[in-house]
Each structure stands twice: as structure tokens, then as C-alpha cells.
């Protein structure tokens, strides 16, 4: 069993920029692969980055390719998505999840574990 915690989320303006941590329980979490999704009001949860087990290997959604870096630290059982140059449109409650076989992905159904979310809000 993993359990996900994320914070670093809050209010921004336009331009800002945040960084985001998921701090994961347990002793494999160096086996996880894991990622990032958001949810904003009225809409379905929507892949943001991924990153496998080693941290070789990222992906990113189109609208954040070039603005969002994923990272982890595996020492620290930590995984971090650091948001440059955000916009309205970034306006949404953040997740992390782990994928139990070590490769994430971009589709939901590939991750094991979540966590319960960090609202972050852009204004403009």
C-alpha cells in the first residue's frame, strides 16, 4: 500500500510560476513509476507528466510541454512538478499517482495509487 500526499498548491498570478511535491509512504517507492493529472471544475481529470521508475524516461500534455518539469528524488520518496509560466487555464485541483509497475503513462487507469489533490488557482 502507498499513500500520496501532495501540497505546494495555492494561488498565482498569470506568469508565475509553483512548485508542486507528492510525498509517497513506503519502502518501494523507488519502483513507482508516477504522474501528474488535474481536474478542473466541470471537466475530466487529464494527464499533465509522467516520469518512470529511474527518472530516465518524462512525458508531458501538449498544453504544458516546455512550461512543467517532472522530477523525483527517490531518496526522499518524493516526486515534484515544477509550473513556469502559468496560466488561467492551468486553474485546477493537481494529483499525483503511482504505478505499481514502474512505467506510469499517460492514462489513469495505468496508476495504482492517488493522492487526495492541491488546488491551484491562476488568475489573470
Known amino acids: 500500500q502507498v499513500q500520496l500526499v501532495e501540497s505546494g498548491g495555492g494561488l498565482v498570478q498569470a506568469g508565475g510560476s509553483l512548485r508542486l511535491s507528492c510525498v509517497a509512504s513506503?519502502?518501494?517507492?523507488?519502483?513507482?513509476?508516477m504522474g501528474w493529472f488535474r481536474q478542473a471544475p466541470g471537466k475530466e481529470r487529464e494527464f499533465v507528466a509522467t516520469i518512470t521508475w529511474s527518472g530516465e524516461s518524462t512525458n508531458y500534455a501538449d498544453s504544458v510541454k516546455g512550461r512543467f518539469t517532472i522530477s523525483r528524488d527517490n531518496a526522499k520518496n518524493t516526486v515534484y512538478l515544477q509550473m513556469n509560466k502559468l496560466k488561467p487555464e492551468d486553474t485546477a485541483v493537481y494529483y499525483c499517482?503511482?504505478?505499481?509497475?514502474?512505467?506510469?503513462?499517460?492514462?489513469?487507469?495505468?496508476?495504482?495509487?492517488w493522492g487526495q489533490g492541491t488546488p491551484v488557482t491562476v488568475s489573470s
Open positions: 499517482a503511482a504505478d505499481y509497475h514502474g512505467s506510469g503513462g499517460t492514462a489513469r487507469n495505468r496508476y495504482d495509487y
Open positions: 513506503g519502502r518501494t517507492f523507488s519502483s513507482y513509476g
